[in-house]
């Protein structure tokens, strides 16, 4: 995901060996501070739902879920300063066709 000035703020893990610990795992790509925490595990989420809120360079930056899904981890709290690669949260895709 890109913020007003094009610098990725945050990148979901689908995969590789940083993955294995968290694949559907949104990592940040900044350093910065947690202000909101907006959804809780077992929470289900629609794409572009708000996840949590960021503050990075004076900004404000809402990381929002890439698709539908379930929210297995919450790995951060508000006030908490996260560093660039740190998982922030999980969301276990909704599996597509499940129904048909």
Known sequence: MQGAFGAEVFHLVR???DAAAA???YEAALPGTVLDVAVAPGEAVAAGQTLLTLESMKMEIAV???GDGTVTEI???PGDHVE???ILAVVEPTEQGANR
Do not use: E
Request: hydrophobic residues 40%.
């Open 15 to 17: 995969g590789g060996a």
């Open 23 to 25: 694949p559907g795992g």
């Open 64 to 66: 929002s879920a890439a």
């Open 75 to 77: 790995a951060v709290v």
């Open 84 to 86: 660039r690669g740190q």
